[in-house]
């Protein structure tokens, strides 16, 4: 989706396995998002940044920390991968307000 | 606590004909409501929300969504479906007391299959 960029599209890891996954965007919003997609579960929240230098925890963020590095970039780390975590992660990005979110096109992971 | 549920897994229906989605919601105080659009191996869509004002909000794509307060409900709605329509659709509420924009509560999922 335009604005948000999201690499790497697919990741098989081993269980034990450390990963980054990265978002940026180029829409100049402060906000920053990484949820994660499971079947008949909708979308949860992972982590989140309200702005450059600042993160905080979402629903599920157990195993999982993050680094927003700049205001375009706000990456997803994985220390020791769990096939608990074989998800479909999605970054979203929002203005101010009432803004809608803007989704990334998703990073597939499988975790075995 | 907040929470959203969308009562049916899958809805079919022919094309031409109109379709709802539905989505109740739990919230206190009034609810900003969402509604977004996923297609195969591509993130969520917005298509519509809810803030405040008329109950019927219109949205992309010719789909609009009827908020019910007593009912607490958000659904969504389209007169005539066509099998472009077929999809993944989440309905998605965030407390207006919440400081963060983005931080929503999102529903299962309805997967929408529009047939020829």
């Known amino acids: 989706n335009a604005g948000v960029t999201q690499t790497p599209k697919f990741q098989v890891l081993k269980t034990g396995q450390s990963m980054t996954l990265q978002c940026a965007q180029d829409?100049?919003?402060?906000?920053m998002y990484w949820y994660r997609q499971d079947p008949g579960m909708g979308l949860r929240l992972i982590y989140y940044?309200?702005?450059?230098?600042?993160?905080d925890k979402g629903e599920v963020p157990n195993g999982y920390n993050v680094s927003r590095l700049n205001k375009r970039e706000f990456s997803l780390r994985l220390e020791s991968a769990a096939p608990s975590q074989t998800s479909v992660y999605f970054c979203?990005?929002?203005?101010?307000?009432?803004?809608?979110?803007?989704f990334g096109n998703g990073t597939r992971l499988t975790v075995t | 606590a907040q929470s959203v549920a969308q009562p049916e897994d899958q809805v079919n229906v022919a094309e031409g004909n109109p379709l709802t989605v539905k989505c109740t919601y739990s919230?206190?105080?009034?609810?900003?409501l969402f509604w977004y659009v996923q297609y195969p191996n591509r993130g969520l869509q917005f298509l519509l929300k809810?803030?405040?004002?008329?109950?019927l909000v219109k949205g992309s794509y010719g789909f609009e969504a009827e908020f019910n307060k007593s009912q607490t409900s958000f659904h969504l709605k389209k007169p005539s479906a066509l099998v472009s329509d077929s999809a993944l659709y989440f309905c998605?509420?965030?407390?207006?007391?919440?400081?963060?924009?983005?931080?929503?509560?999102f529903g299962q999922g309805t997967t929408l299959q529009v047939k020829p």
């Open positions: 809810y803030i405040t004002g008329d109950n």
């Open positions: 940044s309200a702005s450059e230098g600042t993160t």
């Open positions: 979203a990005i929002a203005g101010t307000g009432v803004s809608p979110l803007h």
């Open positions: 998605a509420v965030r407390d207006p007391g919440s400081s963060n924009t983005g931080k929503l509560i």
């Open positions: 829409m100049n919003h402060n906000s």
């Open positions: 919230v206190s105080g009034n609810p900003y």
